[in-house]
């Protein structure tokens, strides 16, 4: 890979939020490739949208890339990081998933330069009042944030190690992601016992700035992104068990998610569908 154009990034993979990650590492000036082959007509689209290029498969990527930014579901991350380590990968891997700190080490292992990283927010949108936000640690985080330049996504280079990026994702999901998935749960008992009105209405009166009636019905939101949800809800478990710590209430947050997943696939979901699902 010597005297390679350092602009070439490899994306691993054009979902929602990688093509649009890759679309503003376009946007500056890069070229960045994807392996396309056996991957679905949305995928290709999403990717073709952001001007992308298709080099069909790993290998090609592997070689071809002075960068890799993977961007998947944290249940595939590992695997991602395997497949890309054993195409011979010599450049920067940056793991920008939903992780563990030890994971994110572990991933590390694989490579001469790692970067670990992790996103706050959604796909960026330019004029977004908050921006979505790019957490970078380890030695090479200055040189990835570099390589970004759009105000859509503020790219923060940490001052820590391999897993401080990950650590802060796990810390903020933990939040988020873990007390809607509590609201909705709670929502469904309240349901269940005939009360559902007034829990609403005490949640409003009592908790406005929380806006706990609003997340708890946000369906359409909640089914799409359920199945990706609950193995991020398994890795901040796991890192709440690390330290001693009761992971207990994230690991049912994960169930309440993983009961959601089969609503995927439903049309357009409402809060009725959402929480007879979860009673069902």
Request: charged share 25%.
């Amino acid at each position: 890979m010597a005297g390679m154009d350092t602009t070439v990034i490899g994306l691993v993979n054009p979902g929602a939020m990688g093509a649009t990650v890759g679309g503003l590492l376009v946007g500056a000036g890069h070229r960045v490739v994807w392996a396309g082959r056996d991957r679905s007509e949305a995928t290709r689209r999403r990717a073709d949208a952001a001007g992308l290029d298709d080099v069909s498969t790993i290998d090609v990527l592997a070689d071809r890339a002075a960068v890799v930014l993977s961007l998947c579901p944290p249940s595939a991350a590992m695997d991602v990081a395997d497949a890309v380590a054993a195409a011979g990968f010599d450049g920067t891997y940056v793991d920008a998933n939903a992780v563990r700190p030890a994971t994110a080490r572990a991933i590390a292992e694989r490579f001469a330069t790692f970067v670990d990283g992790s996103v706050v927010g959604g796909p960026p949108e330019s004029g977004d009042e908050t921006p979505t936000r790019l957490y970078l640690s380890g030695a090479g985080a200055d040189h990835v944030a570099a390589l970004f330049d759009d105000d859509a996504l503020e790219v923060v280079a940490l001052d820590g190690p391999v897993g401080a990026a990950s650590a802060l994702k796990m810390g903020f999901a933990g939040w988020t992601k873990g007390t809607a998935a509590l609201a909705v749960a709670l929502r469904a008992m309240a349901r269940a016992e005939g009360v559902e009105g007034e829990v609403l209405a005490e949640w409003d009166r009592s908790l406005p700035g929380m806006r706990v009636t609003e997340r708890s019905g946000r369906a359409g939101a909640l089914a799409a992104k359920a199945w990706r949800f609950a193995g991020e809800l398994d890795e901040i478990a796991a890192t709440m068990a690390t330290h001693d710590l009761p992971d207990g209430f994230h690991h049912a947050a994960a169930e309440v998610y993983r009961s959601l997943a089969p609503l995927r696939d439903h049309p357009d979901p409402d809060v009725d569908d959402l929480l007879d699902h979860l009673l069902d």
